[in-house]
């Protein structure tokens, strides 16, 4: 199993920044893409917002957070991170961390096996 923790949530006014951290742990070896994912209400589907393969040699995002977004890793820490810059009202929702042990369709949250418990993040305008 793979157990993953979000942290770093909060509250902050449109303009402002966060970073999100997940932290890996238990059987991480095959882990191929882990990536973020949001959900802003319980009526709506998660949506993904960036991915990265294992190693940080590849990353995507989503239109909506390009530019804004940044997802990086520190392999040594077993921890991948979500900067959220220029944050948006529309940004607002919880926050997910994911993985799978395999590769293809990286932000279809059902490609994914494993998931964090999620982390809100709350923009103000």
């Known amino acids: 199993q793979v157990q993953l923790v979000e942290s770093g949530g909060g509250s902050v006014q449109a303009g402002g920044s966060l970073t999100l951290s997940c932290a890996a742990s238990?059987?991480?070896?095959?882990?191929?893409?882990m990536a973020w994912f949001r959900q802003a209400a319980l009526e709506r589907e998660r949506e993904g917002v960036a991915g990265i393969l294992n190693g940080g040699h590849a990353t995507h995002y989503s239109a909506s957070v390009k530019a804004r977004f940044t997802i990086s890793q520190d392999n040594a820490k077993n921890t991948v991170y979500l900067q959220l810059n220029s944050l948006k009202p529309e940004d607002t929702g919880v926050y997910y961390c994911a993985a799978r042990k395999d590769f293809g369709d990286v932000l279809n949250p059902v490609k994914y096996s494993y998931w964090g418990q999620g982390t809100q993040v709350t923009v103000s305008s």
């Open positions: 238990g059987e991480i070896g095959d882990i191929s893409y």
